[in-house]
């Protein structure tokens, strides 16, 4: 079979039976097709590449300026796409198996400072309750609270119906990568600003929408909607974090909810439940902030973490004089 056929089929299995949204795996098949092209350019096909093919590719991203990051993700890709030919019997022998991956740079995702993200907040909880306040300004609120309280992605929060709150509760049930259902719980403030939202601010905005323009799903209302009553897009989210935040995104304050909870004392299984990480190894970005935490809690309570030297008597001689003051060794 032909590159672009079985590119086509594999498509289908990944948006079919994974069941990923279709930015997913418009990704995905943009990786294969830059293999595809390469391996074209060596007269093979998708179906027929061996170990060497895949070894000159990330030779050739290497050459090409592509970091280790990208080169990890792309071989990633190609794993997962030789997998499904072997499961399906179309291929005899996996080619990635056996294949070290770039070393990906773990760096943290950029955050905000808590004292950034509360003058943020701050802000627009202002302009929500201004006596003259609009229902767009409600709005605004309701999704830079949700964004930062529950870590969403802006494609979990632009896919929120009105029947997936539960406000008395406190939380959320959000649908993530490959349709999977997680509970987000939701602190007080951004209960507050959401139901301030439902009552004060989305009637008002659902009611100038046509009934043609309405988008209904099967489970109930699209929860944040434009000034014409339409579901809001990933990029008008985008656009109101940066006015709100300079040049944030909706994903930096993802990475903010996760940063302040580890610094905090949150633990990395926590975090990585309420992010939705299929894997913990996902969450591990955020290691040395927990041994950050780790390392002062030990300091502080273990026996020998934080052992003084014994205050000098006053009549002791001048020369001791500096150890009056308790002294911390090292840990």
Known sequence: MGNTGLLRDYQTYLRVEKGLRPLTCEAYLSDLRTFAEFIEERNGVLMMAVQEDLTAFLEHLRAHGIDSRSAARKLSCLRGFYKWLLLDRRIHHDPTVNMESPKAWKVLPKSLA?????????????????????????????????????????SEVTALGTSDLALDLGRVQVRGKGDKERIVPLGRSAVEALENYLREGRPHLDRISTARRRNQRKDGARL?????????????VWHLVKMATGNASPHMLRHSCATHMVEHGADLRSVQLLLGHADISTTQI???????RLKAVHRMHHPRGMRKVEVMEPDETASNAEMKEPQEEPA
């Open 114 to 154: 808590e004292p950034e993200v509360a003058e943020m907040l701050e802000r627009a909880q202002m302009a929500a309750t201004h006596p003259q306040a609009q229902a767009t300004a409600l709005r605004d609120r309701a999704i830079l609270e949700l964004l930062y309280a529950g870590g969403l992605r802006v």
């Open 224 to 236: 944040f909607l434009s000034l014409r009553g339409m579901p809001l897009t990933r990029q008008w």
């Open 286 to 292: 955020y290691t040395h902030l927990a041994l950050g």
